[in-house]
């Protein structure tokens, strides 16, 4: 059946992960316990692989499947980033897998169809596949978040995150239904030309405008959507947190982008004021209530809650600069998120999390390196210069600025003011308190310490020269609009 | 042959919305699965009337074959108390109504002027139409990428149910076949000389 | 005539008929399969079986059935009694109604629909509902018992009977169960699905035993270990009604085998002696051959073990199924196509 319409080359990164996630979950059943680094090895020969399958497709644009298959600069590039970030969360965990018996093939396999989930949101151009694959996604992470079955908290995590991510999806999907009955078409394409006639006054497409944003939020972990997050981060195995808090911002962000950029930019009058509401409630209460948190991933959970607020604020701009900037902004903190939850996963050992402020007490005496990496995460989450997190924010509010949301832009920077409060709260306890007799850390893993060094130094580099990533992330924006 | 069609309609419909309500209002969770039973068969007779004898067959191939069976399996076990099922009813039935109505309202609202009100009544079912073969076709080339997603899905949801509740337990006996089929003789049976000294 | 076939009335009355004419032989069918069961195992065990009741006990089954039928019903006071008398007929019911779909010649049914395949599928498995209902509503333990076994095999087995159906479906490219039989046409018995379709022929098979609750898969009746399983409170027409399903299910387990993978009506040679035979005595032959098979393996092999059949049925029937699809799906991309087709 050679379709002309078909082009299934251009689906190749997925195809592959596809293939290689069951020949992983084959190889684990006939491998088993003895060799289970024969399934860690090859999922990352996956990963590698699909990089550079990702990466020779760059460049090329076209439909494939009948349109529902979009590749072009964002797929290449917001792939690549997926792909890499994955690559980085396995290669943090192996010694924190072994430790707790997680390190079992069915959790190296669970990644990769999360990965796979990520990758047909990202190039999805159909309600329906966005549907799907934001579902093989979320599916994927509820049962890694419960994975440690055994841990009462764990579970609750994994119900908690199921049952609202179940209510997240249903909402989107109601959005999704009610644009489907305005317009009669799957297709974002057609469902663009189609909202040329509808007008953004219409009240059923504000309803499923509304219904939309909702959900997308809800999987962003933006306020007041953001009841879930907290507690799947502090109860899920560090990992598994780690993943949850970088590649799936970038596939929602690409969620976004296909359901209201290439789709709905029509209705762009009404997205926006609902994110204007999102981007006040959600700096508020992620910056606000961090400070009151002692558990370090509960903090971090907080963060992102107040970080997701800063991605907003380039989706409120709405330019094409703005939306550059949310997603420069998304791959930045992915980045910075991935660089914190590893820390936390090279520091643990057997019966000790390190997910406390106070585990970090004097870290400096102990593990001077560990403190310098832990000091520049802070500063770049922060937004200190010259880190990259500095460049993110900076870039949001220029593009902000641009688009005349003068006040907006300037209670962001209070409030990312308030935010650097907790960053260096974490960075007193770890610098200038006396480190507790008791604190023996893991940090035996050398893969996870050179993973952590470069990721941690990347930060500052990039930070200090970040003409190249800014460029690179710009590109994938180029055309959108 | 329009008439016996219309009634034929009408009857299945009837049962059909009347074992659906009795789903929800048996007391007995095993009457709510056979209405649930009875409900699907008379979905997959409207179907049949459609003229989607694919649809309907599967619906009860899948549903009332499989689905309900297991279904069944798990709420004949169950000892379910009805009564402190039942006592939060009424005070979420206003809430439940509301919802319903608003569901109502938004859906009159999208037919009454989205395109999907005004597209037009289908033409004339041609006289040896193959819907398995229409249905295959489409679902095989346009549609095969969601298809596949969707079976990824089903997959995912397989591997996680399975780690999630799959408990090794090392104190249950077991068979272990292929032991058994590689036993030798030797291992068994032992010949041993019975025969006495001679008297 | 001309006028009787275009009366309003007549389409109604010939389909009456032509379900008469199917069914008045399969209940005839049924009972003497109960007296050829009893006369083959006692001849397998070296005994004489029935040979009272008429020569031979020819009227054995006559006088089986007048017997059931003076019984006194009997409800347990404990039981669900609408359920309880509704299950017997909830399993009578599907095994009649797959009869629909069966060819008998090309194009000889009482529907020859164009889904028969699917139809067939779906039905079959509604049988197991007369038996979960029959031990539920029982309200006793070894009733129960035995419904849930039941219930758990059926699912086991009909996705491997599902699988094994799909590699037929490759092959023949239809549903209509009458064009599959003509897909077999060719030289003789070598044409036939079983030979290209071996490791099908034996799953579907296996799971038609299994699927009618026959030994050695009778775990839902088992009566050494549960009594009688899901009909152990039933008497008189009850149980008559059960035993009707589960025999007139077996021969058309043999028949539907016969039509998928035994070339249906054809000949095993395409010269001169057996074209002579009619097609539908040849149809007949193969499915009396199957259902002494049914017998002889009720004779042979002891009760499986319930693990034992939960495991044949997922771990060796749904594995070999799926992977002999993908033989068949690569064959049928190569030059063997034309051979296959």
Redesign the interface.
């Known amino acids: 059946m050679q379709n002309a319409l078909f082009h299934w080359s251009f689906a190749i990164p997925e195809i592959w992960v596809l293939a290689m996630a069951c020949v992983v979950l084959l190889v684990d059943v006939f491998v088993g316990e003895r060799q289970r680094d024969v399934a860690y090895v090859l999922s990352i020969f996956t990963l590698l692989a699909a990089m550079a399958l990702t990466w020779s497709q760059m460049g090329q644009t076209g439909f494939a499947f009948f349109g529902q298959f979009h590749l072009d600069p964002f797929t290449s590039i917001a792939s690549f980033f997926v792909e890499l970030l994955s690559l980085l969360v396995l290669s943090y965990s192996r010694k924190y897998l072994l430790r707790r018996s997680l390190y079992r093939g069915e959790v190296f396999v669970l990644l990769l169809f999360a990965l796979l989930g990520a990758l047909i949101l990202i190039s999805g151009a159909n309600l329906l596949i966005l549907y799907l694959g934001l579902e093989l996604l979320a599916l994927s992470q509820y049962a890694l978040v419960a994975f440690q079955r055994g841990n009462l908290r764990a579970t609750e995590a994994g119900l908690k995150y199921f049952i609202l991510g179940a209510l997240a999806s249903a909402l989107l999907l109601y959005g999704m239904s009610l644009l489907y009955g305005l317009t009669g078409t799957l297709d974002l394409h057609q469902i663009a030309i189609a909202l040329v006639n509808v007008g953004s006054a219409n009240y059923l497409l504000m309803l499923a405008v509304v219904f939309l944003v909702a959900g997308i939020a809800f999987k962003f972990g933006a306020a007041p959507f953001h009841m879930w997050l907290p507690d799947a981060y502090q109860g899920a195995p560090t990992p598994v947190t780690l993943f949850m808090s970088s590649v799936p911002k970038i596939a929602i962000f690409a969620l976004f982008l296909r359901i209201l950029v290439d789709g709905g930019y029509g209705s762009i009058e009404i997205w926006r004021q609902l994110f204007v509401a999102l981007v006040v409630v959600s700096l508020v209460i992620g910056n606000v209530v961090a400070i009151a948190q002692t558990n370090l991933k509960r903090m971090l959970a907080y963060s992102t809650v107040g970080n997701m607020g800063f991605l907003a604020l380039g989706i409120v701009a709405g330019t094409q600069n703005g939306l550059a900037s949310a997603f420069f902004y998304a791959v930045v903190y992915a980045f910075m998120a991935t660089a914190a939850f590893g820390l936390i996963v090279y520091l643990s050992r057997e019966g000790f999390e390190a997910e406390e402020i106070s585990d970090l007490r004097g870290l400096v005496r102990t593990r001077p390196w560990a403190a310098f990496l832990l000091l520049i995460i802070m500063f770049s989450l922060a937004g200190v210069p010259p880190t990259i997190g500095f460049y993110a924010k900076l870039a949001v509010f220029q593009a902000l600025i641009e688009a005349h949301f003068i006040w907006l832009a300037v209670f962001g920077v209070l409030m990312a003011v308030v935010g650097a409060f907790y960053y260096l709260r974490v960075l007193k306890v770890a610098l200038f308190d006396a480190p507790a007799e008791d604190l023996a850390y893991g940090a035996d893993d050398p893969l996870a310490a050179s993973v952590l060094t470069v990721n941690s130094l990347a930060l500052l580099i990039l930070g200090i020269v970040p003409g190249a990533l800014v460029a690179f992330c710009y590109h994938a924006l180029q055309g959108v609009l | 042959m329009m008439l016996t069609t219309t009634i034929l309609f009408y009857v299945f419909s009837a049962i059909l919305l009347v074992s659906a309500l009795l789903v929800i209002t048996a007391r007995n969770p095993v009457y709510s699965a056979l209405y649930l039973v009875l409900a699907f068969f008379n979905a997959a007779a409207l179907f049949l009337l459609l003229g989607a004898e694919f649809l309907g067959l599967i619906l009860i191939l899948v549903y009332v074959g499989a689905v309900m069976v297991l279904f069944l399996f798990v709420v004949m076990m169950l000892d379910i108390n009805l009564e402190r099922l039942k006592e939060g009813f009424l005070r979420y039935l206003p809430l439940g109504l509301a919802i319903a109505i608003v569901g109502v309202l938004e859906m009159v609202a999208v037919f009454w002027t989205a395109p999907i009100g005004r597209v037009p009544a289908p033409g004339p079912i041609p006289a040896n139409a193959d819907n398995t073969r229409a249905l295959g076709e489409l679902l095989y080339t346009h549609y095969l990428y969601p298809f596949e997603i969707a079976a990824v899905i089903l997959l995912v949801a397989i591997i996680a149910a399975i780690a999630l509740t799959l408990r090794r337990r090392p104190d249950t006996k077991s068979q272990a076949v292929g032991k058994q089929v590689a036993v030798a003789v030797r291992e068994r049976l032992r010949m041993v000389d019975l025969r006495g000294p001679k008297p | 005539m001309h006028d009787l076939v275009n009366a309003a009335w007549w389409p109604p009355v010939w389909a009456l008929i032509k379900i008469i004419i199917v069914l008045i032989p399969l209940l005839l069918g049924v009972a003497y399969l109960t007296l050829a069961e009893r006369k083959v195992i006692g001849y397998i065990q070296i005994r004489l079986g029935p040979n009272r009741v008429g020569f031979r006990g020819m009227l054995q089954p006559i006088a089986d059935a007048l017997k059931l039928l003076f019984k006194e019903v009997l409800i347990p006071s404990t039981a669900n009694r609408f ?1 309880f008398l509704a299950a017997p007929v909830l399993a009578f019911v599907p095994a009649m109604l797959v009869w629909a779909a069966v060819p008998f010649g090309p194009g000889v049914a009482i529907s020859n ?3 028969g395949l ?2 067939v ?3 079959a ?2 049988g ?2 007369g038996i ?2 029959a031990g ?1 509503a029982s309200n006793s333990k070894y009733a ?1 018992l035995g ?2 076994r039941a ?2 095999q ?2 086991a087995y ?2 491997a009977m ?1 699988f094994a159906l799909v590699g037929v479906l490759m092959l023949a490219q239809t ?1 209509n169960l009458s064009k599959i039989v003509e897909a077999q046409a060719g030289g003789g018995f070598w044409s036939w699905y079983w030979l290209p379709l071996f490791p099908f022929f034996l799953v579907y098979f296996i799971s038609g035993v299994a699927e009618t609750n026959r030994a050695p898969f009778d775990v839902a009746e088992g009566e050494s270990e549960i009594v009688a399983g899901f009909h152990v409170e039933y008497s008189g027409m009850g149980f008559a009604l059960f035993f009707l399903a589960e025999y007139a299910n077996m021969i058309f387990i043999s028949i539907l085998t016969t039509v998928l993978f035994l070339g249906g009506w054809y000949p095993p040679f395409n010269v001169a002696p057996f074209t002579w035979v009619p097609g539908l005595i040849w149809l007949l032959l193969k499915t009396a051959f199957l259902l002494y098979v049914f017998l002889w393996i009720r004779a042979t092999f002891p009760r499986y073990r319930y ?2 059949i939960m ?1 044949l049925g997922w771990k060796v029937f749904i594995p070999i199924t799926i992977a002999w699809i993908v033989v068949v799906g690569i064959a049928l991309e190569t030059p063997l196509r034309a051979i296959l087709r």
Do not use: P
Request: no cysteine.
């Open positions: 359920l629909m164009n889904a699917l139809y599928l779906a039905i498995g509604l197991v509902y979960i209902i539920w129960f419904a849930m219930a758990a059926l699912v009909e996705i599902g549903l693990d034992q495991r």
